[in-house]
């Protein structure tokens, strides 16, 4: 956004150019949280009644098994749109997260279950390592179910031939509780890997990504006091972990 004040600002030498250039971004960020917002309560409305037909229509009998995969691919999509759009609206919206533990293996198991049939579709191994002496974390549950969401999706998509996903958790130390999620896809290229976080930053094909995942990705972690990390080799795949503190 232009600012003229910031503009006269600049020109009479009281404030630098980066700092101007700070003053709009900010500007820029703030219209595109109030834009998210609205796009997110007009994407809502009709995404449950899809959710709802689809449910409806699978518990019916006699639904031809070519059917219900459509059926269950779409349940998938939906699911993962409503957990998206439920991300955005959190990071549209000004305030902390509220105070929260989560069970980092529980939520992960029940991701892995939702996704289950997808990994063997794309015929994906899932090898899981969980330490279960780890302990709970200081997060919303429903947030650290739509990071997981994110992060196994894009690694599911980056191994389009099929691989290996390895999902492990630890504890490096007595405060915190590291998440590995890694693949054996096709990886990211050194110049892209320090932008992967940006807002509508994507290297996937047109129409494949909005470039707005790992942002809010990012920006959850980074509300839950935690850190994302990111190592990838191109063709051997990329690891994502995340170190998150307990209460």
């Keep these: 956004m232009d600012n003229p004040l910031a503009r006269q600002l600049s020109a009479s030498g009281l404030i630098d150019e ?15 949280g109030r834009l998210s917002a609205g796009i997110v309560h007009e994407l809502n409305t009709p995404l449950s009644v899809i959710a709802s037909a689809v449910q409806l229509i699978l518990r019916e009998e006699g639904v031809p098994p070519s059917v219900r995969e459509m ?3 779409i349940d998938i999509e939906v699911h ?12 549209a919206r000004s305030g902390a ?5 989560a069970d980092v293996n529980q939520v992960l198991q029940e991701v892995m ?26 997060a919303d549950s429903n947030r650290l179910k739509q990071i997981f969401i994110n992060l196994i999706m894009n690694a599911f ?4 031939q099929g691989g290996v996903l390895h999902v492990r958790t630890s504890m490096p130390d007595d405060r915190t509780v590291r998440i590995e999620i890694a693949d054996t896809g096709e990886g990211i290229p050194p110049e892209r890997l320090d ?8 290297t996937k094909k047109s129409g494949e990504g909005t470039g707005l995942g790992l942002y809010v990705v990012g920006k ?15 063709g051997e795949g990329a690891t994502f972990t995340l170190i998150l503190p307990q209460p």
């Design 80 to 91: 993962r749109l409503s957990q998206f759009t439920r991300g955005v609206l959190t990071f």
């Design 71 to 73: 059926l269950e691919r």
């Design 18 to 32: 980066q700092l101007l250039a700070q003053l709009a971004n900010n500007e820029k960020m703030a219209e595109l």
């Design 195 to 202: 932008r992967i976080f940006d807002p509508f930053f994507t």
């Design 220 to 234: 959850l972690v980074e509300r839950m006091n935690g850190r994302i990390e990111v190592t990838s080799k191109v």
């Design 157 to 160: 998509q980056a191994m389009d």
């Design 113 to 138: 279950t939702f996704l289950r049939h997808e990994a063997r579709k794309r015929s994906i191994v899932v090898i899981e390592e969980l330490d279960y002496d780890v302990l709970p974390v200081a």
């Design 97 to 101: 997260e509220s105070e929260a533990e």
